[in-house]
Structure formats: C-alpha cells, structure tokens
C-alpha cells in the first residue's frame, strides 16, 4: 500500500525530502501521515495531512512541511534545518475508514 523513500546521511543544518508512494489516491485516505523512530525509542508522530489541515509534532514545526501529489499518488515530507535529534527511520502511514497502514520505514540519519 506504501512504499517510503528519501532518506540518507545528511549534516545538521541541511535537507532531504521524504517521498511516499501510495496505491491509492491521497484523497481516498482519511489522513496521512509521517512517523519516526529513533534507536532506542518508541515511534513518534511527526505530522499529518488531511484534506482540510496539516498538523505537526511541535519538535518539527516551522523545519518540516508535509504535502501531498493527489495526481500522482505521493505524500511527501520536507525536511529543512535538519537536527542531530531527527535521526531516526522514518515511516509514512495512512489511514482508510478504521484501517491504518503502515510503509517501511527509510532511515534518517544527521550528523553534528
């Protein structure tokens, strides 16, 4: 249902842009979303889409921005002024009526 990509090695202070291909269109979900786990700890929400609002985790504000491609099936997460502290894989989730699915995560990693 969601194959995630994007990710990589990246110093603080830089960018990379998370994509996630979806097999349906991005209206078809409730709400999408982006996760992230770093070693060691338990998966935490980063931001979601719906179709009206964007929410974001308060660690990520005014650095991320989550969007969506409805034409091409594709959420995406960009990620600016990177931190050490957003190492982590990072998984994309959608949810269908009481479904939700989950991508494989890409891993993140920044260096100091």
């Known amino acids: 249902q969601l194959q995630a990509s994007g990710g990589g090695l990246v110093q603080a202070g830089g960018s990379l842009r998370l994509s996630c291909a979806a097999s349906?269109?991005?209206?078809?979900?409730?709400?999408m979303g982006w996760y992230r786990q770093a070693p060691g700890k338990q998966r935490e929400f980063v931001a979601s889409?719906?179709?009206?609002?964007?929410n974001y985790a308060d660690s990520v504000k005014g650095r991320f921005t989550i969007s969506g491609d409805n034409a091409k099936n594709m959420l995406y997460l960009q990620m600016d002024n990177l931190k050490p502290e957003d190492t982590g894989v990072y998984y994309c989730?959608?949810?269908?009526?009481?479904?939700?699915?989950w991508g494989q995560g890409t891993q993140v990693t920044v260096s100091s």
């Open positions: 989730k959608a949810n269908r009526g009481s479904t939700g699915y």
């Open positions: 889409l719906t179709e009206s609002s964007t």
């Open positions: 349906r269109t991005i209206s078809s979900y409730n709400v």
